[in-house]
């Protein structure tokens, strides 16, 4: 079964850091697109950030700088470090799949809160 | 930086045909794709590549993109459609930009 599990949400302090995973199963997140999107409680989807398939990185204007996008092969496992945080991050953090066939997100997890407050 | 605009929200009656709208800058230049994301779940890919459909959902969900506007159009609504519906694209270069979102209410 194609899955994706985030974790490592919580709440944390402004100016604090994070890690947050995404274990992927029944695909390969070496092969493909992946990216975090975010929503802050009762808005809209904002795109955080991508890694392609061949390790170029890209981030929303909203976050470089301060977050970096990564993955383990050996784990199947996508990461987002989450530096310098602040009250405008708080969201709940989904990652996705973008199908390079479909130009779109075509799987997702359940998401990992990240609260900031102090 | 590149914008997506929808309306805030659309009420249909069940049966009716719901027409949402996505605005951007030559957005028929590019892919549109729509997610549909009800309360407390995931989004759900709906539409992708500006027309076509995943596997699993329905005929009635159909889309287009021509000129500056996107379309999602969901026809013969059901009280299940009710949900919030996102249009995203490219913003022709590495950028993933998503519209405001657009709540379907069914009543």
């Known amino acids: 079964e194609v899955q994706l599990v985030e974790s490592g949400g919580g709440l944390i302090q402004p100016g604090g850091s994070l890690t947050l995973s995404c274990a992927a199963s029944?695909?390969?997140?070496?092969?493909?697109?992946m990216s975090w999107v975010r929503q802050a409680p009762g808005k809209g989807l904002e795109w955080v950030s991508i890694i392609y398939s061949g390790d170029s990185t890209y981030y929303a204007d909203s976050v470089k700088g301060r977050f970096t996008i990564s993955r383990d092969t050996s784990k199947n496992t996508l990461y987002l470090q989450v530096n310098n945080l602040r009250g405008d991050d708080t969201a709940l953090y989904y990652c996705a799949r973008e199908n390079i066939d479909f130009n779109a997100m075509d799987v997702w997890g359940q998401g990992t809160t990240v609260t900031v407050s102090s | 930086s590149y914008e997506l605009t929808q309306p805030p929200s659309l009420s249909v009656s069940p049966g009716q045909t719901a027409t949402i709208t996505c605005s951007g800058n030559k957005l028929g230049d590019k892919f549109a794709c729509w997610y549909q994301q009800k309360p407390g779940q995931s989004p759900v890919l709906v539409i992708y590549q500006d027309y076509k459909r995943p596997s699993g959902i329905p005929e009635r969900f159909s889309g287009s993109n021509s000129g500056n506007t996107a379309t999602l159009t969901i026809s013969g609504t059901q009280a299940t459609d009710e949900a919030d519906y996102y249009c995203q694209a490219w913003d022709g270069s590495t950028a993933r930009v998503f519209g405001g979102g657009t709540k379907l209410t069914v009543l």
């Open positions: 029944g695909f390969s997140v070496s092969s493909n697109y």
